[in-house]
């Protein structure tokens, strides 16, 4: 009929205040009030939440201080979360994360730095992970809130060196979170047969006659447990620097392993990536192209399907022009230019829709200063 079936609207303000004050005993920082009111309705067959509204108020300080090997970094943050549903939905729920964190920047000389943070973060869960209840079109699911869960705590580690300097440049970084009461979106097996359940937009199971591309996969937000792991690799060098030409190359590397307490893998994982490229620019003209293989993703969570790897090959190219204050450029780009078939193993829908194929977009950008 051309009319919409469901109609999503979110209103959202928000405020934030910061008051820089002068330094107190080599101490210089911020300390802030942020403020977030949130209205978030679904009306119609896609609506899997209830109206909610969403009130946060946040109390932050971040300060840092100059020390003769480089400097030191502290932070806390106070924050109150209200939910409150409409129409009799549920009850109205309440939460109060705190989250602080400290961190330093070692000088390893004019070429090198050594970063370690460690952070306590809490997290009020989202309103639709409390009180989602309906079919979810748009990720193929039907999603099922808990109103039972609590914060979100996450405890987190970080350790990395980098050089920026000269021709070459690098990065590396290894980090541990071990969070308590992680909430994630599991497969639902009601009918206990181990094979993720499929259900009808109203949410009763399909039958064998039923058309799966039609039906919806169950899913429930649950909260346990888990610990990630994982590093981050990047290097850089200046192939050519002088003259009209400059030519870098890259190369990255990085790799995150999530798992329930219960020693369970936890679902969506990106699985391991590598890749490089090279980035060019000649007078207005630039451009650049990369490599980016993607592994098999092997280690998956109960009622998960895995993923085969694949490479994605892209490319771009730019053409500037300036005059005065405005900025025009040209563009051409291309994604997917191998035509792998690619499925994305965060995305829901991975089963059902893998990523486009061959893509090219050309376009103009026109930017006024």
């Given at each position: 009929?051309?009319e ?21 005993a ?15 309705s ?17 109390m932050?300080l971040?300060e840092?201080?100059?020390?003769s ?11 109150q979360?209200?939910h ?12 109060s ?30 309103a ?8 979810h079109?748009a990720t ?25 300097h ?6 590396a ?34 039958g ?33 620097e ?11 590397a ?29 007078g207005?003209?630039s451009?650049s ?14 009622l998960?399907t ?33 035509d ?8 829901l829908l991975?089963?059902?829709a ?16």
């Amino acid at each position: 009929s051309g009319e919409a079936g469901t109609v999503f609207d979110n209103e959202e303000i928000e405020g934030r205040l910061e008051l820089v004050h002068v330094p107190v005993a080599g101490w210089r920082g911020v300390l802030g009030l942020q403020f977030i009111d949130r209205n978030f309705s679904a009306i119609g067959v896609e609506a899997f939440a209830p109206p909610v509204q969403t009130r946060s108020t946040g109390m932050f300080l971040v300060e840092e201080r100059p020390m003769s090997w480089g400097r030191f970094e502290a932070g806390v943050r106070v924050e109150q979360v209200d939910h409150e549903p409409g129409f009799g939905s549920g009850p109205d729920i309440d939460f109060s994360p705190v989250s602080v964190s400290v961190g330093t920047l070692v000088e390893l000389g004019p070429q090198h730095h050594l970063r370690f943070n460690l952070a306590r973060a809490q997290r009020a869960p989202a309103a639709e992970e409390v009180y989602a209840h309906g079919p979810h079109l748009a990720t193929g699911t039907f999603e099922r809130g808990n109103l039972n869960l609590d914060e979100e705590t996450a405890n987190n580690a970080e350790i990395g060196i980098d050089r920026h300097h000269a021709r070459w440049t690098w990065s590396a970084k290894l980090y541990y979170n071990r969070i308590e009461d992680y909430v994630f979106l599991r497969n639902a097996d009601d009918d206990g047969d181990g094979v993720a359940d499929l259900v009808s937009v109203e949410g009763q199971l399909s039958g064998a006659g039923d058309d799966p591309d039609e039906a919806l996969f169950l899913v429930d937000y649950a909260q346990a447990g888990a610990d990630f792991h994982g590093f981050e690799l990047e290097t850089g060098y200046r192939l050519i620097e002088r003259g009209p030409l400059r030519l870098d190359a890259r190369l990255f590397a990085d790799s995150v392993r999530g798992e329930l307490r219960n020693g369970s893998n936890l679902p969506r994982i990106t699985p391991e990536r590598f890749g490089g490229g090279f980035d060019a620019e000649l007078g207005a003209l630039s451009g650049s192209i990369s490599l980016t293989r993607v592994e098999r993703q092997h280690r998956v969570a109960v009622l998960e399907t895995e993923t085969e790897g694949y490479a994605l090959l892209s490319a771009d190219l730019a053409y500037t022009l300036t005059a005065g204050d405005t900025r025009t450029t040209f563009y051409l780009r291309g994604r997917n230019l191998l035509d792998e078939e690619a499925r994305r193993h965060t995305s829901l829908l991975k089963d059902r829709a893998p990523l486009p194929g061959v893509t090219l977009l050309a376009g103009v950008r026109i930017e006024f200063n």
